[in-house]
């Protein structure tokens, strides 16, 4: 079923976790990322591959190389995962270079680590993919994360830019509901963040109010 909304990536390397929320159809993609490995502890071929074969969409593995050649090299061997494998790239001249590479190569590129539009102009214009801006982290920062992914937005729509906004580092809820009502492409949050979207105190004083009356009435359903 094809389903009209912001997508959801999954921002971690933790196989059970993204095994739960795929079965629930809520998984539209998956980031990784070198500290997310090391949380996983496991090997980082190992992981990803068994990350591919859960989900169908895009899984995000990252370089760490720093120069544009051996970035090179270790995208096209995390391309070899997976057909579904986004070579993710940092926003440094390097990272843009290789970013230029793997997209003429007919690669999904994320370019990760965005601060600025400056920034997300420069990934779209080498053939991103994705965008990554980090809301979180500019918030940690004062300043302000969302107004970034509100300018990025405006910038790629002036020239109907294909790459997508992919906003991450998102620490809350509200950060994702901000990201849908601006018109982020994807959000790629943790786990826990997804699953807190479901709650509510006016949901959880409700049921209580009613499966009390329904004791009341003796009545069963089945
Ligand atoms: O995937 C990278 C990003 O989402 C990192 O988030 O919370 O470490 O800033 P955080």
Known sequence: MQVNSIKFFVDTADVAAIRELNDLGM????TTNPSLILKSGRNILEVTREICDIVSGPVSAEVVATDAKEMIAEGMKLAKIAKNIAIKVPLTWAGLTACKAFASEGHMVNVTLCFSAAQAILAAKAGATFISPFIGRLDDNNFDGTDLIEDIRIVYDN???????????????NHIVDCAKIGADVVTAPPAVIKAMA?????DKGLEVFLADWAKTGQKIL
């Open 159 to 173: 020239y109907d830019t294909r790459t997508q906004i992919l906003a991450a580092s998102i620490r809350s809820v």
């Open 27 to 30: 998984v539209d993609g998956v």
């Open 199 to 203: 709650n509510h105190i006016l949901t």
